[in-house]
């Protein structure tokens, strides 16, 4: 919202670079194209123009309108350096998948001791991940890894991501509560819509045909999975308009602050004169943020949870009881606190690992990555687990989804021919 692995992806993509041959050539927009700029700010023989039509950008820019994004003004040969970033990415976005099916089962197996203080949990990560974050990034500050220019960024771009993130939870959570369970994935599809949007917006961005169509096969094969066996004639009638409205307005708030951390990290490659920003620094100060507008939400939250803001007091007490399981006497509450620390470490580690792959590569590749894991997360679910013996019976239109996703993530990924300047 740390894990070993995602952190030391960041500290090993920088390659020295080799002799330069002068030309210039276009950057087009890939997935990886973050990555690129990065490493480009590494060095001052390379020039880096960023577009001036950015609307949060605060760096001055030469390039002309017509200019995608960014102009190399010297290059190296360096086809093994592509092949290395682009494995780097391949790499990272594997391991961001398996920690959010992870994180997906531990959330489902977390529930099954708090199923009756779920907003406890979501409030308990939520102010809990300040203070872990916070503390890691002390730890890193101190270590010199976090510098005092990494520190005094500009504090506004965190407290809009905590904004938005605030009234995507605030918005979700409203809607949720009017909305059949079915629909709630469904609708929660257009993220990847906004995203698109909102990255060519603020960061000029520029997708080809088939990363367009890519990202919609990626969407609706988690439809075509979600909703299998659902009868979707019928899943929103008698429902008012509002709430479907407002669960994709929370899709969009989020996806905004994905894009302005992705923007984050761009921006402070030339503030911070070729260093890399840290990941912590953006994990905590929007946390943090996050975690005063929350708190400032807290009274209509609880309400929407269907708890009176006057029984909150009493309702956190009792999650906090169930939560650590003291004692003999409390019904239900079996699995803990075991299965609600489980989830707690596995999502740092996914959200960690997942802004790590916004950082070297961009927002919209690390939700490719998010919404790969949902039909695995479904497929997982429905074996026996431990405190889930049950299971469940999937149809044959869950694994024509799976499909789907796969061809769209195969579509966005083909390397596209670069472009060279006349």
């Known amino acids: 919202m740390a894990f ?3 952190v030391s992806c960041v500290r090993f993509h920088v390659i020295p670079p080799k002799p330069l041959t002068l030309h210039t050539y276009t950057a087009h927009l890939s997935p990886f194209s973050p990555l690129i700029s990065m490493h ?5 023989r390379y020039h880096l123009h960023f577009p001036s039509r950015s609307p949060l950008h605060g760096v001055s820019s030469h390039n002309s309108p017509k200019t995608p994004n960014f102009r190399v003004r010297a290059s190296a040969d360096n086809s093994q350096t592509s092949s290395s970033n682009t494995g780097l990415v391949i790499v990272c976005s594997a391991i961001t998948v ?4 992870v994180n997906r089962v531990f959330y489902k197996l977390a529930l099954v001791p708090l199923k009756q203080y779920p907003f406890f949990l979501a409030q308990f990560t939520t102010f809990g991940y300040v203070a872990i974050y916070f503390s890691i990034l002390y730890i890193r500050y101190r270590a010199g890894i976090v510098t005092d220019e990494m520190i005094a960024l500009p504090k506004s771009r965190f407290m809009a991501i905590g904004i938005l993130e605030a009234l995507g939870v605030a918005s979700g959570m409203a809607s949720a509560a ?3 369970g079915p629909a709630i994935p469904l609708l929660n599809q257009t993220f990847l819509v906004w995203q698109l949007a909102l990255s060519t917006l603020i960061l000029g961005r520029k997708y080809s045909f088939n990363q367009i169509l890519g990202c919609f096969l990626v969407a609706a094969g988690v439809v075509t999975a979600v909703a299998s066996g659902s009868n979707g004639d019928q899943m929103l009638s008698g429902i008012e308009f509002i709430w479907p409205a407002l669960m994709i307005a929370s899709s969009a708030f989020q996806a905004g602050a994905s894009i302005i951390k992705e923007f984050v990290f761009v921006d402070a490659a030339t503030r911070l004169k070729g260093k890399l920003l840290d990941i912590f620094v953006v994990n905590s100060f929007g946390s943090g943020f996050q975690a005063l507008f929350v708190l400032l939400l807290l009274p209509l939250l609880s309400n929407f949870r269907g708890i009176p803001f006057p029984q909150l007091p009493s309702y956190l007490k009792a999650g906090a009881g ?6 003999s006497n409390i019904p239900g509450c079996d699995g803990a606190p075991l299965l609600p620390l489980l989830y707690l470490a596995t999502n740092i580690a996914f959200n960690i690992s997942l802004l790590n792959l916004v950082k070297i590569s961009s927002a919209v590749v690390s939700t490719l990555a998010a919404m790969a894991s949902v039909p695995i997360s479904i497929y997982v679910l429905s074996l026996p687990l431990p405190y889930l013996p049950q299971g ?9 989804g799976g499909v ?3 061809l769209g993530l195969l579509l966005y990924n083909i390397p596209q021919p670069a472009k060279q300047d006349p």
């Open 98 to 101: 398996i920690l959010a099916v």
């Open 322 to 327: 169930c939560f650590l399981n003291i004692g």
């Open 178 to 180: 009017m909305l059949p």
């Open 4 to 6: 070993s692995c995602a």
């Open 392 to 400: 469940a019976s999937l149809s044959p239109f869950f694994l024509f």
């Open 40 to 44: 480009i700010s590494q060095n001052p």
């Open 404 to 406: 789907i996703l796969l």
